[in-house]
């Protein structure tokens, strides 16, 4: 399969897509005035604690408090005694952690999202190209994407060797490299790592390196803690280019082509010093065509705005996202097949599945995903079509979990969220409907102006009313809903005046008494 991944580099932003067979899979954007907070590590202090959700309020220094969970906290905290550390985090009442004004290291699981804060955790974790360290913990951990068994016995000792407090490198024939701690580091340093999937068949050499790296990095962290004051910024996480280089970028990827002279280079020294083999592959793109309209992306970034996803069948999925979850309704529209109803259902559910595991990506959804599959009857066919979206989810780089069919024919499955999805990343609410998808019609909007005059007219009988509306209104004011006018003016006993407001939008009207 060739997988390419294109970077799109302006003052602005930076956008980064990942390509599959020339299909567009992932998105994603990062503009210089509102840069993600994944990752970033703050000095926060507590504002409000509640127990009767066992959570905190941690100010971080931005607009909105963001949000500590009990079961986020470091088991190993200081203010813990011996009987609360044996115990689970999520047993311990937070009030007993945590106080008001308290100060407290935090690092960032989830973006601000919608009218929420971030989520945040004290168990702080770096990553690199092919580990994460996890300071102060014993964990020494394999990514479950390693199938390999020998493999992952293999990372497991690299590991353990690695994480002997006299760890040694060997960095030559007779060079030997001996990890010492910064001065003022952190107590418990060393801490564990975890193996990341792209470090499959890596060399123990580079390893310990990465080892190495991670823990002066974290010492060097620790040590700002100490020395910066509360709601401030410790540790910022590496930009959008970068984090593309350390997490995405794996042995299928066949080019990486970035269309910045500046970000290539430092794209290429970057790789240099942790991907030296992936240096052949970067490319710096100097075409006059815009390096996303290569493939299509600009277009297919556009239908992925829109509510409906046409199959190439004929079929079409509906999307609809909401505050906490997302549904997804398969229809098949214009396919009429060519045997039965139901194996045009099936093969109608069998090309939605890869569909729907494409727009997860695309879209970045997350959290609650709701499937409704047309109705199949034989039930092996839809333990296939299940299959079939397990088999493609597999390729998403967010954790995603599949349930059962339900007994409505529903597929549930959830989908790490950790960043807006694409949608709420380039599009706000609409401010006529207000974010609702649709707007009152013109004779909605008409009998509420009616009503209102007669509201009026009983509450001040003074002055004749003078209507301010959009042209479409007015317009159906003055023909269609011309009778009605005449007989509320009747009623009321006195002339009704309408006047065009150009720039108010359908639903927008003012009913003034002159």
Sequence with gaps: MSEEILINVTPQETR???????????????????????GNIYNGRVSRVLPGMQAAFIDIGLSRTAFLHVSDLDSGMEEMDARERSAPTNTVAIESLLREG???????????IGTKGARLTTRVSIPSRSLVFVPGQATLGVSQRIEDEAERER???ILQSGNEAEMKLAAGASNVIALAPLPGSAPAAKGGFIVRTVAEGAAAEDLYREMEFLQRLWDSIYKRSKDSPALTLVYEDLPLVMRTMRDLVRAQIEKVRIDSRETFQKVTDFARQFIPEFVSRIEYYPGERPI????????????????KVQLKSGGHLVLDQTEAMTTIDVNTGAFVGHRNL????????????????????????????????????VAEHARQVLRALEKHVERDHAKVTVSELTSLGLVQLTRKRTRESLEHTLCEPC????GRGTIKTKETICYEIFREILREVRRFDTGKPLVVAAQSIVDVLLDDESNSVAE??????????????PT???????IVFL
Excluded: W
């Design 504 to 510: 108010y939008h359908q639903e927008q009207y003012d």
């Design 342 to 377: 139901e194996e045009t259902i099936f093969k109608t559910n069998l090309e939605a599945a890869q569909a729907i595991a494409r727009q997860l990506r695309l879209r970045n959804l997350g959290g609650i995903i709701i499937i409704d599959f047309i109705d199949m009857q």
């Design 16 to 38: 980064v897509a990942i390509v599959e067979n020339g299909v567009l899979q992932e998105v994603y954007v990062e503009r210089s005035r509102r840069q993600g907070l994944v």
């Design 292 to 307: 996303l309209d290569l493939y299509g992306v600009e277009d297919e970034i556009q239908k992925s705005l829109n509510r």
């Design 102 to 112: 308290q100060e407290i290291l935090v690092q960032v699981l989830k973006d601000p």
């Design 155 to 157: 990372l497991r000792g």
């Design 431 to 434: 401010p006529t409907c207000s």
């Design 488 to 501: 509320l003016e009747e009623f009321i006993h006195r002339p009704i005046r309408i006047r065009v407001e």
